[in-house]
């Protein structure tokens, strides 16, 4: 069992940043970052494996960078230059898995959640 628990949500204004945070019970080899907007399906955002390597998805490419410090337990998102297209829950997902499907942004390969963490961009 994998217990996330994300933080650094916000409002923020059009271009303004935020950094997320997920503290993890243990140090998963793949972990990554989705989020859900209203009437919307979720999307996987960013992934980054024990060796952070990292994937992003196009929509946010240049704007958002994940790490992680594997001492800590912790993942992070660093978003800047946010728009109100952003505005979404951000969850926290891991995969204890040393191989990780190409179609990673789907989620289905993703066992373990956090509750997430509301981010809202205003115009």
């Known amino acids: 069992q994998v217990q996330l628990m994300e933080s650094g949500g916000g409002s923020v204004q059009a271009g303004g940043s935020l950094t997320l945070s997920c503290v993890a019970s243990?140090?998963?080899?793949?972990m990554a970052w989705f989020r859900q907007a209203p009437g919307k399906e979720r999307e996987g955002v960013a992934v980054?494996?024990?060796?952070?390597?990292?994937n992003y998805a196009y929509s946010i490419q240049g704007r958002f960078s994940i790490s992680r410090d594997n001492a800590k337990n912790t993942l992070y998102l660093r978003m800047d230059n946010l728009k109100p297209a952003d505005t979404a829950i951000y969850y926290c997902?891991?995969?204890?898995?040393?191989?990780?499907?190409?179609?990673?942004?789907?989620?289905?390969?993703?066992?373990?959640w956090g509750q997430g963490t509301q981010v809202t961009v205003s115009p």
């Open positions: 997902a891991a995969n204890p898995s040393i191989s990780l499907p190409v179609a990673w942004a789907t989620g289905t390969d993703f066992p373990y």
């Open positions: 243990t140090n998963p080899y793949n």
């Open positions: 980054i494996n024990g060796a952070s390597t990292a």
